[in-house]
Every structure is written in structure tokens, then in C-alpha cells.
């Protein structure tokens, strides 16, 4: 095997065939993870400033994480970033920001029963709590980041495929 770069599609497929699925698996992985952080950076970047007092965009843009797992059942990666995803905390409100909510009373609880939902007293009182908009900030973060989620994906996994082939190189010598 040459130290020169890989260049064409037959040798590209040569050297994937020699690295092994699990090698493949590993490179696949790690780019994902490097474009989803730069993916999860790029939505706390557009969070919008709290409007109400007591609430802080601080905690909205700790509640927005990345996972990057193997679904064991199906076999592939799973690559996603969004408000409440991995292992974050944070706003335990933050995705009625995001998604927006119809108008809310307390005082009632729902629950469904055969075909219709039925609303039953809590015994508490009545009260309207508002309605909340939905704000597009994950939209406009997904759009802003979305050329450079890609072209660090593809720049690490080149960088991971030199990785992989000095270390096959090595152990072939």
C-alpha cells in the first residue's frame, strides 16, 4: 500500500474493503459526531432571548444536546441534535418554545377515553395560562449550519480515512 493520496472511486472502494466494516463503522461514526456538534453549536447560537422573567435562553441552550447512536436493531447510526436530546438538562420548558403550544388552562386534566379526549376537573382553580408561540430557532440553526455540518463531516472523515490507512499500512509492513 502507497502513501500517496487516494484518489478515484476503484481505489477509494480498494482501500474501504481492506480497512474492514468495523473500521468503516468507527470513521462513520466519529464524522457524525464532529457535524453534529457543530450542528447543536449552531442552534444555540440563534436561541431567542427570554421573554418572560424567570426564564433565561441560558437554560434553553443547555436542554439542546446531539446523540450519535447504533440502532442494535437495525444495524445503523442514528445522528440527531435538538432541544432535549442526549444527555442534557436544562429548560424543562424547552420544547413548548420550540414547538409552540394552543391555549392552556390549569385546573383541568385530560385524559383519553374510547374515541374523544374527556377533560376532568382537578379541583383546582381555573386558570388561563397563556399561549405560546412557536419559534423556528432549531429551523434557522439547521439552515445557517447546514453547508458546514457537511463539509466538516466529509473533512473528518477524510481525516479519519489517513488514520485508517497509516494504521493499516503499519500492520501490513
Given at each position: 500500500?502507497?502513501?500517496?493520496?487516494?484518489?478515484?472511486?476503484?481505489?477509494?472502494?480498494?482501500?474501504?474493503?481492506?480497512?474492514?466494516?468495523?473500521?468503516?463503522?468507527?470513521?462513520?461514526?466519529?464524522?457524525?459526531?464532529?457535524?453534529?456538534?457543530?450542528?447543536?453549536?449552531?442552534?444555540?447560537?440563534?436561541?431567542?432571548?427570554?421573554?418572560?422573567?424567570?426564564?433565561?435562553?441560558?437554560?434553553?441552550?443547555?436542554?439542546?444536546?446531539?446523540?450519535?447512536?447504533?440502532?442494535?436493531?437495525?444495524?445503523?447510526?442514528?445522528?440527531?441534535?435538538?432541544?432535549?436530546?442526549?444527555?442534557?438538562?436544562?429548560?424543562?420548558?424547552?420544547?413548548?418554545?420550540?414547538?409552540?403550544?394552543?391555549?392552556?388552562?390549569a385546573g383541568f386534566s385530560s385524559r383519553?377515553?374510547?374515541?374523544?379526549?374527556?377533560?376532568?376537573?382537578?379541583?383546582?382553580?381555573?386558570?388561563?395560562?397563556?399561549?405560546?408561540?412557536?419559534?423556528?430557532?432549531?429551523?434557522?440553526?439547521?439552515?445557517?449550519?447546514?453547508?458546514?455540518?457537511?463539509?466538516?463531516?466529509?473533512?473528518e472523515f477524510e481525516r479519519q480515512l489517513?488514520?485508517?490507512?497509516?494504521?493499516?499500512?503499519?500492520?501490513?509492513?
Amino acid at each position: 500500500m502507497s502513501k500517496e493520496p487516494i484518489s478515484g472511486d476503484k481505489e477509494l472502494d480498494r482501500v474501504l474493503r481492506l480497512l474492514g466494516e468495523k473500521a468503516i463503522r468507527k470513521m462513520a461514526r466519529v464524522s457524525l459526531g464532529k457535524g453534529l456538534t457543530v450542528l447543536a453549536r449552531s442552534i444555540r447560537a440563534v436561541v431567542p432571548s427570554a421573554t418572560t422573567s424567570g426564564h433565561s435562553n441560558r437554560s434553553i441552550k443547555k436542554a439542546i444536546g446531539r446523540r450519535n447512536k447504533k440502532n442494535r436493531r437495525h444495524g445503523f447510526h442514528e445522528a440527531k441534535a435538538g432541544i432535549h436530546v442526549g444527555k442534557k438538562s436544562g429548560a424543562p420548558h424547552a420544547h413548548l418554545i420550540g414547538l409552540g403550544t394552543d391555549h392552556r388552562y390549569a385546573g383541568f386534566s385530560s385524559r383519553q377515553k374510547g374515541y374523544r379526549g374527556e377533560a376532568r376537573r382537578t379541583g383546582s382553580a381555573i386558570a388561563y395560562r397563556g399561549r405560546i408561540e412557536a419559534n423556528d430557532f432549531i429551523k434557522r440553526g439547521l439552515e445557517s449550519a447546514n453547508s458546514e455540518v457537511l463539509s466538516k463531516i466529509a473533512q473528518e472523515f477524510e481525516r479519519q480515512l489517513e488514520l485508517e490507512t497509516a494504521k493499516l499500512y503499519r500492520r501490513r509492513r
